[in-house]
């Protein structure tokens, strides 16, 4: 895997010093409970960052429940965590990757080379026996500069030019009951993106939590053209991020985030919702 290290890799280099290790644990609902848990325990050198405070920016009328945040505010706070273009970054969080993925997708999409993120995450961690501390670690800031990646993000427009064209093929990330329209937990409208093919995050991984392998991703993607663009989206722009992921390691190289995803498609009342399965 190209993206994806063991917890026996970063346990074996977590005090190289061109290192960072990031916490993004975050508990949607409990917006404070991640920085708390960080606070209380964590891998040895991890700087934290925050879902909603550094890898969101303010709720508006469109742009979905976590919208990208300004990339210079970003870069401005990754400087601030001791991160630079010459570190390589390994994320862990205690969500499956959901989390962790979506900082691995900002730092690719500013440019960023070198980021992976740590298997099955924080408590198999702690449950491996391996170290943990509350003690919050001496960061030397240093400079990050962006360099957007513009291509590897799309919004509302192009979606919709998407669909006229038949350009691009969707992926919806959410699980199948909230994509069919059967019940939605969390947006205002229930149901999907119409054309979209769902392709729930959760199944990147196996019973244990592990991701699963990269014969099992491509066979799992195997149906996914690869002469179109490769849209993928979720409720808010985070739980895509893992099969943006995924379908990287499988080989897509065409692969697209929506970023406000359905929460922002559904702020535009003309635009079309369906239900059932595609």
Known sequence: MKYIVSMKWLLARMFEPDLVIVDCRFTLGQPEAGRLAYEEEHIPRAVYLDLDQDLSSPLSLHGGRHPLPDMREFASKLGQAGIDKDKRVVIYDDQGGMIASRLWWMLKYTGHKHVYIMDQGFSAWKN?????????????????????????????????????????????????????????????????????VNYFWKDNL?????????????????????????????????????????????????????GGSWSDWISYSENPVATGSE
């Open 206 to 258: 196996d019973e244990q939590g592990r991701w699963i392998s990269l014969e099992e991703i491509r066979h799992r993607f195997r149906d996914v053209p690869k002469d179109k663009d490769i849209i993928v989206y979720c409720g808010s722009g985070v739980s895509a991020c893992p099969n943006v992921l995924a379908l990287e390691e499988a080989g897509y190289r065409n692969v697209k985030l929506y």
């Open 128 to 196: 491996a026996n391996y170290p943990v501390t509350a003690e919050t670690p001496v960061v030397i800031p240093g400079h990050y500069e962006p360099d957007v990646q513009h291509h590897m993000l799309v919004d509302v427009k192009d979606v919709k030019q998407a669909l006229h064209s038949e350009s691009a093929y969707l992926i919806d990330s959410r699980e199948q009951p909230r994509y069919e329209g059967i019940e939605e937990p969390i947006d205002p409208v229930a149901g999907h993106i119409p054309g979209a």
